[in-house]
């Protein structure tokens, strides 16, 4: 499939694959508790935005969003589930496949797949996200990611970490 048949294919495909994704896909838990390193302004302990990637692909992100060599298309800028577009600047940092970052001191701002189009659940929501746009993730969320088996796209999924 070629640019816009594979991506009709894949918008049309994204709420029925969640649920498989779901089933058949394993995903690693987040695990950390609050205060592990990230202060707020006053240095009280807080909660640090954090991703890992299960996915087949390399994915990055950004723990500098607002200041950087890079540039990041951030379609929630202000970390809400509304289109809040800004073009900003940034440091990208590679993940590789399985790995890990955010907590013990590391807060993850923005998360996306530069080499591929992504299926987005943000907090329930489902979207599809083009190759590039990054999602804004707040100090208590976590982006977890993994490929849809249905598919074969990555698949990134925020939620709340309560600590």
């Known amino acids: 499939m070629h640019g816009n048949s594979r991506a009709r294919a894949i918008s049309a495909g994204v709420a029925a694959t969640v649920s498989a994704f779901t089933l058949l896909v394993a995903l690693p838990s987040s695990a950390h508790a609050a205060g592990e390193g990230?202060?707020?302004?006053?240095g009280d302990a807080k909660l640090c935005g954090e991703v890992s990637n299960a996915?087949?692909?390399?994915?990055?992100?950004t723990i500098k969003l607002g200041s950087g060599s890079d540039r990041c298309d951030?379609?929630?800028y202000d970390g809400g589930d509304k289109q809040k577009w800004v073009y900003a600047e940034c440091t990208q940092k590679k993940?590789?496949?399985?790995?890990r970052r955010g907590g013990s001191g590391v807060d993850?701002?923005?998360?996306?797949?530069?080499?591929?189009?992504?299926?987005?659940d943000f907090h329930g929501a489902t979207t599809w996200k083009a190759k590039g746009v990054w999602t804004k993730i707040r100090d208590n969320?976590?982006?977890t990611c993994g490929t849809d088996v249905g598919l074969g796209v990555p698949f990134?999924?925020?939620?709340?970490?309560?600590?």
Do not use: P, Q
């Not at 990134?156 to 600590?163: E, F, Q, S, V, Y």
């Open 74 to 76: 951030v379609w929630n």
């Open 38 to 42: 990230c202060k707020d302004k006053n």
């Open 141 to 143: 969320e976590t982006a």
């Open 156 to 163: 990134c999924r925020i939620t709340w970490d309560l600590g």
């Open 55 to 61: 996915s087949h692909l390399a994915m990055h992100t």
């Open 108 to 120: 993850v701002d923005a998360v996306t797949f530069n080499s591929e189009a992504y299926i987005l």
């Open 95 to 99: 993940l590789s496949s399985g790995g």
